[in-house]
């Protein structure tokens, strides 16, 4: 990737070299990491070496009557002013410098302090983001930019969002020589890296592939996984706590017309404690567990891990595949797991290529 800000903005923060050299740094990283624990090879998910992001989020900095887009610096403190960049889609970048100019030239940059870019193949969100209420006046001036421009407006402020078109982008993803469409939702967590997606779906399919049974997903989100594995298992069961993230699910069950996945709006630990009869929950009442044969499970916890009861509970199964965005608390549970089950296999996703972040894979399987 070439980019004139590498090494004065701080978001790309591991470019010596370029791509392949920012990746082979994370694997020896890993593979050290994890010599104890797992002695085989890694599967590895690239990423596209450019224009790889399909979501992002940017600062809108003033300086008199102009407004830049803009980063933190590699200063700490201090503030890099943009004019594009390279890590994201080649569509946001498209629509980058035309929304400066359609803002400034409607008049509505007034206390405007960011910007967030949410884009499919065809289609794009863009979220502006103010430090005041939003008028009508502001919503027809919005609207008259996205007719002009054929895109999606959303006016966010203090308790405020004003819609001009839709919040969400369609996004399609191969699997297995299948498509699949998804649901995006802005203001919503969504896999930033599409062709990373696609690989870490495939290996997480391959994965459980032969496996016999149903399946229980915790963490489920809005069926970025949920919806592929009602393809290889005859039922799954998913719990998620957001609410926003559950009718997304299921409205992406239906663009898939998919109709074999039971969903559960509960906390893992709510749920975990549910099944170990600690106590009732409503939620649980018209879920007829005893339909279910769950031999395996499919966590992706948040970057904390999961909890000690919860993994406990998740130790119990015959099959496991855990994704995790962070490689620490990930080796942290499998340091406890090992106790229970053999790691089959391994893999990283490079999510977010440049930096030093990158998402893990482990599948496991229970001891003899």
Known sequence: ???????????????????????????????????????????????????????????????????????????????????????????????????????????????????????????????????????????????AIADRLNINIIGRARKQKIVCGNDFVIQKLLLDQKEYSFKYIENSFTQPNSYVNEQMLTWAMDAFKGKNGDLLELYCGAGNFTIPFANIFNKVLATEISKSSINAAKTNMELNSV????????????????MDGVREFRRMKDIDMSSYSLESIFVDPPRSGIDEESLKFVSRFENIVYISCSPQTLKRDLEILKDTHEIESMAVFDQFAYTKHLEMGASLKRKA
Not at 110 to 117: E, T, W
Request: include cysteine; charged fraction near 30%; glycine fraction near 6%.
């Open 1 to 143: 990737m070439e980019c004139s800000y590498f090494g004065v903005c701080g978001s790309c923060n591991n470019y010596e070299g370029g791509y392949e050299a920012q990746l082979e740094r994370k694997l020896l990283d890993v593979k050290d990491d994890f010599n104890e624990l797992y002695s085989g090879e890694f599967f590895v998910a690239k990423s596209e070496d450019s224009n790889y992001r399909s979501r992002s989020e940017f600062k809108v900095w003033h300086m008199g009557d102009e407004i830049h887009y803009a980063m933190n610096s590699k200063v700490k403190g201090e503030v890099l002013t943009i004019d594009s960049c390279s890590m994201v889609s080649k569509h946001i970048n498209h629509f980058m410098p035309l929304i400066l100019d359609e803002v400034k030239k409607e008049g509505i940059d007034f206390k405007l302090f960011g910007a967030d870019f949410l884009s499919s193949g065809d289609d794009i969100v863009v979220s502006l983001l103010y430090h005041k209420q939003l008028e009508n006046e502001w919503k027809n001036k919005a609207q």
């Open 259 to 274: 109709t074999n996945i039971e969903f559960v709006r509960m906390s893992v630990e709510d749920f975990v404690g549910a």
